[in-house]
């Protein structure tokens, strides 16, 4: 009779070891993908991040071998006479506009920290999920005149993307986290009391429970944006006289 019991247990144990195997297999597959096992996965990521890594890289130089020609071309122009003068002028404006120059002014930072974990329930959320908020943000600040606006030290143009990957944030294709720091030059005054307006963004993060900053600074540095941006289908408008 003992031994029919023991027999029994084993078999129990048996069947719970099959369940837990079958289970961690199925996890495995929906997680790195059927057919495909974990080293091999990671060995794949490795190799798309090296890449990635190299045609930044390879853009980076590209960027600074065209501003290179761009600045000796305008330099040597703005000699010759004052049309050239006017002409560099608006080059640079232009290119402030579009985000390819490093700029420096007045303005604000404001620092977005997410909500404290609750420890009992081990509860807790990310602005990474709520990139919409973070956009509002963007929006008021343009509304306010804002000359220049960075997120986490990228810059934010016309082009930028902002995409939620993972547990992350992707600006311009690169990987950041929280805190959320985000620069903003213009009037400071006017900067600050756009983001503090009563009921307004600032209120409606705290009202969800992230620590939120807001600080006028008398000089920040908002770096260009990087990515070389190549227009395929568009073309300039020729303009017509009337």
Known sequence: MKRVKEYIALVIVSIFLGIILSIQFKTIN???GEGVMPAQRAQQLAIELKKAQNEREAQGKIIEELETKI??????????NVYAETLYNDTMKY?????????????????????????????????????GLVLQVISILNAADAEAISINDQRYTAFTEIEKAGNHIEINGVSTSTPIVIKAIGKPETLESALNLKGGIVTQLRDYD??????QEPSINISKYRKIKEFIYSSPLEQTAN
């Open 71 to 80: 600045k000796q071309y305008e330099k040597g122009e703005i000699d010759k």
């Open 30 to 32: 929906k997680t790195v």
């Open 95 to 131: 290119r402030m506009l579009a985000g390819y120059l490093d700029v420096e002014g007045p303005g604000i930072i404001m620092e977005i920290n997410d909500p404290p974990v609750d420890l009992e329930f081990g509860d807790g959320y990310s602005i990474s999920d709520e990139l």
């Open 210 to 215: 992230y620590l939120v900053h807001v600080r």
